[in-house]
């Protein structure tokens, strides 16, 4: 697999994490109908499969937390809060 062909997979991989993670930490928190946003997908995959930068600008009670702790619950299931903390941890 060619290096570009590696990222997709990985991207691809992140972005499938980042949904499941996402429907997983929504029906946790608001019961097994509740369903998430557009904009939280989007947001969610964005931050997980490319570790994009993301602003989301709602109105209160839209969910924005939830993008966090579901971000944060799948960068710490891939094993990325680990790896990103440790260099800081030794010092």
Known sequence: MTSDGA????VEFRAAKANTVLDE??????????????DQ???????VSTRSRVLVV???GYG???IYWAA?????????????????CSR
């Open 58 to 60: 709602q109105k209160t």
């Open 7 to 10: 990222l997709r997979a990985s």
């Open 64 to 66: 924005k937390s939830l």
């Open 72 to 88: 944060t619950k799948a960068f710490r299931e891939l094993g990325v809060v680990r790896r990103s903390l440790s260099p800081r």
């Open 25 to 38: 930490t929504l029906r946790s928190m608001a019961g097994p109908g509740a369903v998430a946003h557009a």
């Open 41 to 47: 997908r989007s947001a969610v995959v964005a931050l």
